[in-house]
T-cell receptor, first 112, second 112 residues
Framework: SQQGEEDPQALSIQEGENATMNCSYK?????LQWYRQNSGRGLVHLIL?????REKHSGRLRVTLDTSKKSSSLLITASRAADTASYFC????????????FGKGTKLSVIP | DAGITQSPRHKVTETGTPVTLRCHQT?????MYWYRQDPGHGLRLIHY???????DKGEVSDGYSVSRSKTEDFLLTLESATSSQTSVYFC???????????FGQGTRLTVV
């Protein structure tokens, strides 16, 4: 079964608002990554957080990781219409694993 | 953009025929992955490779085989295509399991 599960499945907000997406996973991880997919395109990497990190920032993105709860959140601040896309979390499991597994994604719609 | 190319980009094939999808990279990355993307399922890992001739199964490997005879090419073969294999297939590459993955543009396969 898939390692990560995003929540909510779909999110609709007004431009300028913040968007928060959550990801839960099942097993211990080496790192957790977030990706964006625009309609009809391949995935693009946004940010990576390692298992020993709790928070990471990149521009308008803020990612948190709580390994005790096996969960992560992605916050997009001051959203723009161009942020409309699907967002996926992906995990690399613990030692000895080469698998990069994805969740089902959150579809974000930012209304101008 | 990372040098990763999938071919073909679109294919329609008949049930029961073999189909081979190609992923070609120019980055000399060690890890290569094949995923399928279906509505409601997100991305599911089919097979992956951690080196030349080193491959392993992912979550949904039944009906698929792979080969990697050189670093730059990772081939996915549907041995006898079925309608359930109609999907969008993505290839991804990664230098290391601790780093980000880069995705191809996808191959839309329709089995009729």
């Amino acid at each position: 079964s898939q390692q990560g599960e995003e929540d909510p499945q779909a999110l609709s907000i007004q431009e300028g608002e913040n968007a928060t997406m959550n990801c839960s996973y099942k097993t211990s991880i080496n790192n957790l990554q977030w990706y964006r997919q625009n309609s009809g395109r391949g995935l693009v990497h946004l940010i990576l957080i390692r298992s020993n990190e709790r928070e990471k920032h990149s521009g308008r993105l803020r990612v948190t990781l709580d390994t005790s709860k096996k969960s992560s959140s992605l916050l997009i601040t001051a959203s723009r219409a161009a942020d409309t896309a699907s967002y996926f979390c992906a995990t690399v499991s613990g030692a000895g694993s080469y698998q990069l597994t994805f969740g089902k994604g959150t579809k974000l719609s930012v209304i101008p | 953009d990372a040098g990763i190319t999938q071919s073909p980009r679109h294919k329609v094939t008949e049930t029961g025929t073999p189909v081979t999808l190609r992923c070609h990279q120019t980055e000399n990355h060690r890890y290569m992955y094949w995923y399928r993307q279906d509505p409601g399922h997100g991305l599911r890992l089919i097979h992956y490779s951690y080196g030349v001739k080193d491959t392993d199964k992912g979550e949904v490997s039944d009906g698929y085989s792979v080969s990697r005879s050189k670093t730059e090419d990772f081939l996915l073969t549907l041995e006898s295509a079925t309608s359930s294999q109609t999907s969008v297939y993505f290839c991804a590459i990664s230098e290391s399991v601790t780093r980000q993955a880069f995705f191809g543009q996808g191959t839309r396969l329709t089995v009729v």
